[in-house]
């Protein structure tokens, strides 16, 4: 069956060949065709032999480079891809090399005269760096290459894996593998030029100074036993460096301040332990927070911070949450994402 368009009959398919004739059709001669021409209906085949030629690849329409922009004719902050895989290696600070499972996001700007970007660009960019080692270094590399290839002002690109690392049990002396969720992240702008960033969440245990003073009291005054609550908690840790920061350097920050991070392998000895120390470093989610500000304050190649910290409660069916910022200025701010109104994953 055949449809007529402009009056003029041919039998040229979607692949540009000639159904009737037995013949190539040249790329120029079905350009003179694609307005006047017979379509037979679409065959549901694919042509494994269909070769693309330079005439027929410039032939491809670009919808991202026409004008025909819709809505508001105003600038993008940020367009790109999210959560394209790869492995890449990283140095751990011991000097060895780590593989690990790299979920990708790639942004630019977008001009408002410009319609879109070339979305395959942005990963094929990040290719050329695939055997780089994962480090600041690598990261603005593949910004700068944003910026050029996609004639963009500003630039972002985030990688998130899970970094694993050894913790020894507390008096066992068993071990096993920790794994921290961890974003690097580097920024291009006109304004601020290149920013490195580093985002970790780390979990521990907090157990409520309040809920212990009472129970301690139902057990002195009473002869009552009683046990203090303690939950689950997370420090959501974001930081702006000089790009000499090192992952287990904000693992050791986070371990020394808090005390209580949550353990792998554990025997009896080790959770009795675990009881100790809880008593030892007793928390609410405001001390949480302070401790942490202490910590990251003293390191003098962290420029600007900002924690969010949420503990589980066992005692409320609701969390308890706080968020601190080193205060500097045009730095982190300390607005509550909405993702902070959901539950905060541990």
């Not at 994962?134 to 590399?141: C, D, E, F």
């Not at 460096?241 to 392998?265: K, P």
């Not at 900002?306 to 589980?312: C, D, G």
Request: overall charge negative; some cysteine; aromatic content about 8%.
């Amino acid at each position: 069956m055949h449809r007529l368009i402009n009056g003029v009959a041919s039998a040229v398919n979607g692949n540009g060949r000639d159904t009737n004739a037995n013949h190539a059709v040249t790329a120029t001669e079905s350009d003179k065709i694609a307005g006047t021409r017979l379509v037979t209906d679409l065959q549901q085949r694919y042509d494994g032999e269909f070769v693309v030629t330079p005439t027929y690849k410039a032939s491809l329409p670009d919808m991202q480079n026409t004008a025909d922009n819709r809505g508001a004719n105003i600038a993008i902050q940020h367009v790109g891809i999210h959560n394209f895989k790869i492995p890449m290696k990283i140095v751990t600070r011991a000097g060895d090399l780590l593989s690990v499972h790299c979920s990708v996001t790639g942004t630019v700007s977008l001009d408002a005269h410009r319609k879109g970007i070339n979305m395959s660009r942005i990963m094929r960019t990040f290719y050329e760096y695939d055997e780089s080692e994962l480090n600041p270094v690598t990261l603005q590399n593949i910004v700068h290459s944003y910026l050029e290839n996609l004639e963009s002002s500003s630039a972002r690109i985030a990688i998130a894996f899970d970094y694993p690392l050894k913790q020894n049990s507390l008096r066992s002396g068993l071990s096993g593998y920790q794994y921290y969720p961890v974003v690097l992240e580097t920024v291009v702008t006109p304004e601020k030029g290149v920013r490195q960033f580093l985002h970790l969440d780390f979990v521990y245990s907090s157990a409520c100074p309040c809920s212990y003073e009472l129970s301690i009291h139902a057990n002195l005054k009473r002869g009552v036993a009683a046990v203090p609550h303690s939950q689950r908690s997370v420090a959501k840790i974001s930081i702006e460096h000089d790009g000499d920061l090192r992952i287990e350097d904000v693992i050791d920050i986070a371990r020394e301040t808090l005390q209580t991070e949550t353990q792998v392998i554990v025997k009896r000895e080790d959770e009795q332990a675990f009881a100790e120390l809880n008593a030892a470093n007793l928390k609410f989610v405001e001390d949480a927070v302070r401790l942490l500000y202490e910590g990251l304050d003293n390191d003098e190649r962290i420029h600007d911070f900002r924690v969010f910290a949420s503990h589980k409660e066992s005692l409320h069916s609701h969390d308890a949450i706080s968020v601190i910022v080193k205060g500097v200025e045009d730095g982190f701010d300390a607005y509550l994402e909405p993702f902070t109104y959901q539950a905060v994953a541990t």
